[in-house]
C-alpha cells in the first residue's frame, strides 16, 4: 500500500540507515445500526504513526499527540506495542525496541474505531518491518484477534464499506463499493462510553423474534447498500440487539433519534448508534440535505449535548505513507 507523503511527522533518528515507516490509518463508524459486530464504513479521521528501531541497546521512545484510548497511551504494554509484539511473535521473531510517535484526529471513546485505528497501526508497521510478511488477510485475522471482533478493525484496514464475520481465527471480509455513497453526520456528545462497559449492558440471550428481526434488517441494510437503494435505508437502521440497551445512557439520545425521524422528508434516512457509542450518526440521501439538517439543527435545545460533525466514507483503509 503506497500513497505520497501527507503528513509531516519526526521522530529522533534511531540509528544509521533505519527509515521511518508511517502509516496512516482512518477512523471508523461500525454496526450501522442493524449490522450488529459485522458491518462498518471508514470514515475521514485519521491516526498516524511513525516508527522506527532504535540502535541496540537504547531505550524505546513513545510519543503521543492528540488523544487516544488509554490503553494505546500507556507506553509499557500499549495496545500498540501489543499489536506490533503480536505480529513479531506470529512471524517467529522478537520485536525491536522502537521509536514510536502517535498522531490522532480519532476521539477515544466515542464509538469511532480508535482502538481499532491503534491496533491496525501497529500491524501495518509492523508488517513493514517484517519484510511484508504477512498479507492483507492475516493482518485482518491478527486485528480481530486483539480488537475481538471485525466491525471496526476490518474497514480500517481495507477502506470503504466492509462486511466482515469472525469464527475462531478465520475472518471472512467483503468489501462493497457503493453506487450511490451517502452523506453522513455524526453528533458527538460529552460523555463517553468505553466498549467493554457498554457490551456489559447487553443482556446474554435474545427472543426468537429479536432474532430473526434484526437478520432481516441486516440483509436489506447490506443490500441497500450495495443496490444503491438508499431511500431503502429507514427500514434497515432499526435494531434490536445493541441500541435499546445502550441508548439510555446517552442523554439526549431518543429525543435526536426522534429528530431524525421527524426530518425524512427533508432527506435524513435514519441514524444510528456509532460502535459501542456514544457518537450518534444520521444518514442523508445527499450533502444538501446534510447541510439542511445541520443548520436546523443548530438552533435546537439538544445542540447544547451534541456536537454535529460532518464526515465521509474513505475508500481507501490503512496506508504506508513511508518509505516509499
Known amino acids: 500500500m503506497e ?7 519526526s521522530i529522533p533518528d534511531g540509528g544509521p540507515g533505519a527509515p521511518a515507516v508511517v502509516v496512516r490509518v482512518p477512523a471508523t463508524s461500525a454496526n450501522l445500526g442493524s449490522g450488529f459486530d459485522a458491518v462498518g464504513w471508514a470514515v475521514d479521521r485519521y491516526l498516524f504513526a ?22 494505546a497511551r500507556a507506553e509499557g504494554e500499549s495496545l500498540f506495542f501489543r499489536a506490533v509484539g503480536e ?16 498522531q490522532s484526529e480519532i476521539p477515544p471513546g466515542k464509538g469511532l474505531g480508535s ?12 508488517n513493514v518491518l517484517l519484510g511484508g510478511r504477512f498479507a492483507v488477510e ?10 475481538g471482533h471485525p466491525d471496526n478493525v476490518a474497514p480500517a484496514l481495507l477502506g470503504g464499506l466492509v462486511v466482515a464475520r469472525a469464527d475462531g481465527e478465520e475472518v471472512a471480509a467483503v468489501r462493497l463499493r457503493l453506487p450511490r455513497v451517502p452523506a453522513l453526520l455524526a453528533f458527538v456528545p460529552e ?5 467493554p462497559a457498554s457490551r456489559r449492558l447487553l443482556p446474554d440471550t435474545y427472543a426468537r423474534e ?12 447490506v443490500a441497500a447498500l450495495a443496490a444503491g437503494e438508499l431511500e431503502k435505508l429507514p427500514a434497515a437502521f432499526g435494531d434490536g440487539l445493541h441500541e435499546p440497551y445502550r441508548l439510555p445512557h446517552i442523554p439526549g439520545a431518543a429525543e435526536l433519534y426522534a429528530l431524525c425521524a421527524s426530518a425524512r422528508a427533508r432527506g435524513c434516512l435514519g441514524c444510528y448508534l456509532s460502535g459501542a457509542g456514544p457518537t450518534i450518526m444520521a444518514v442523508f ?7 439542511d439538517f445541520r443548520r436546523r439543527f443548530s438552533e435546537h435545545p439538544l445542540a447544547l449535548s451534541f456536537v454535529p460533525e460532518p464526515l465521509a466514507l474513505v475508500e481507501e483503509g490503512a496506508v504506508v505513507l513511508a518509505p516509499r
Open 210 to 221: 429479536t432474532a430473526v428481526a434484526a437478520a432481516g434488517r441486516a440483509a436489506l441494510l
Open 87 to 102: 505480529a513479531f511473535a506470529r512471524a517467529g521473531r522478537e520485536a525491536p525496541e522502537l521509536a514510536v510517535r502517535l
Open 285 to 291: 440521501a445527499t450533502p444538501e440535505a446534510r447541510e
Open 115 to 126: 482502538s481499532a485505528a491503534v491496533i491496525v497501526a501497529g500491524l501495518v508497521a509492523a
Open 191 to 195: 460523555v463517553e462510553l468505553r466498549t
Open 138 to 147: 492475516e493482518l485482518l485475522s491478527l486485528a480481530t484477534r486483539l480488537e
Open 3 to 9: 500513497a505520497e507523503v501527507t503528513h509531516e511527522m
Open 50 to 71: 511513525e516508527v522506527r528501531p532504535v540502535s541496540p541497546g537504547d531505550r524505546r521512545r513513545f510519543e503521543v499527540v492528540g488523544e487516544v484510548p488509554p490503553d
